[in-house]
């Protein structure tokens, strides 16, 4: 073979891998949207990998040649609802100054991310259980999407960890609070308000409130609550 015969070769090979690789991409994708669908509809436990693999277009089985399992896959699908909430976060503190105000601009970022997107916040909420899964999992042992959906928590923590930061470089919270505390504790008070909040709908209107009034007010006592840890 001469040694242009060899590259020309070689050039067919490496375009028809690529070729193949988009290929794959695009069926892999193809499930993820078609799961979507599903689960954002019926949520997780009511939604089966047949229906799925119906409503993409494929046999069941060729589903499993793509995910491990249908936890695998409704994890890829809550990747996106994350990145969908860490986009929202990113433009909401952009357009606040750094200190308290960046740390209540996620707060806020999250009550509008479960506003205008309800079903992806329901799904990062069932996501919890797979959760608690994956931290005792083997690094090793983790599927490239339970990667990714670790990836997108890191990247969450790490851009909430720095508007903490930079509030106590400024001395607007207490630098002797571990950052790591308030980030847990921030997170989980906001969820956990919001969650609470969508259960007592019929609660606020009849006593005259509305959710909006509510949610400011207690995003007001976490404000004055940071403040006070530096009296």
């Known amino acids: 073979m001469t040694k242009s015969l ?48 119906e409503n993409a277009g494929y046999a069941k089985g060729t589903l499993y040649n793509y995910f491990d399992s249908k ?5 890829a699908v809550v990747v996106k609802a994350n990145q969908k909430l860490i986009k929202l976060t990113k433009n909401a503190i952009q357009k606040k100054e750094p200190g308290i105000s960046q740390i209540l601009a996620v707060g806020k970022a ?16 069932e996501m919890g259980e797979i959760e608690q899964n994956l931290w005792t999992k083997p690094k090793t042992k983790l599927t490239e999407n339970e990667k990714a959906y670790m990836g997108v928590n890191e990247e969450y923590a790490i851009l909430f960890g720095k508007v903490i930061e930079q509030a106590k470089q400024r001395e607007e919270i207490d630098k002797n609070i571990p950052t790591q505390l308030i980030l847990i504790s921030l997170a989980s008070m906001t969820s956990g308000m919001l969650r609470e909040l969508e259960h007592r709908n019929d609660l606020l209107a009849m006593n005259g ?21 530096i009296e």
């Open 110 to 125: 999250y009550h509008e991310f479960t506003d205008n997107f309800p079903r992806y916040a329901s799904l990062i909420h």
């Open 209 to 229: 409130f509305k959710k909006k009034e509510i949610v400011e007010f207690i995003f007001n006592l976490i404000k004055e609550a940071l403040k006070a840890e």
């Open 71 to 75: 936890e695998d896959l409704f994890t």
């Open 6 to 53: 060899y590259y020309l070769t070689r050039s067919k090979i490496e375009m028809m891998e690529k070729r193949k690789q988009r290929y794959e991409e695009l069926r892999k994708t193809d499930m993820i949207e078609a799961a979507e669908v599903l689960f954002l509809d019926s949520g997780f436990e009511d939604t089966k990998m047949k229906d799925i693999a």
